[in-house]
């Protein structure tokens, strides 16, 4: 599968912003998706995953309630929106899929073998 991340741009702290991850292939129910995000000089980060299936949802600690991940499978589709974000949210997001991934490997990125180009976002004070 190819996965492709739109969405990104420059927003103030407390605005919103929704990013999309687009896959092509088939059997997309079939397939784990995670965001992943990686802040200047730090090494990448789970943000969020829907689960292959019926879409499970799992989030960072310091994501939850701001952030919100869905999936709509009839357009290959997941979503991550991102609410009351700060400057520490600016990072590049990664969307990253595994098939059939147990749901106990969520969060290492080490499990996840198709990757997006990533998206910037960039929160300003």
């Known amino acids: 599968v190819q996965l492709q991340a739109f969405g990104g741009g420059s927003v103030q702290a407390g605005d919103s912003r929704r990013l999309s991850c687009v896959a092509s292939?088939?059997?997309?129910?079939?397939?784990?998706v995670a965001w992943f995000r990686q802040a200047p000089g730090k090494e990448r980060e789970f943000a969020a995953a829907s689960s292959y299936g019926v879409g499970t949802t799992y989030y960072a600690e310091s994501m939850k309630g701001r952030f919100i991940i869905s999936r709509d499978n009839t357009q290959n589709t997941v979503y991550l929106q991102m609410n009351n974000l700060q400057p520490e949210d600016t990072a590049v997001y990664y969307c990253?899929?595994?098939?059939?991934?147990?749901?106990?490997?969520?969060?290492?990125?080490?499990?996840?073998?198709?990757w997006g180009q990533g998206t910037q976002v960039t929160v300003s004070s």
């Open positions: 990253a899929a595994a098939s059939f991934l147990n749901d106990n490997y969520v969060y290492p990125e080490r499990y996840y073998n198709f």
């Open positions: 292939g088939r059997a997309f129910n079939h397939y784990t």
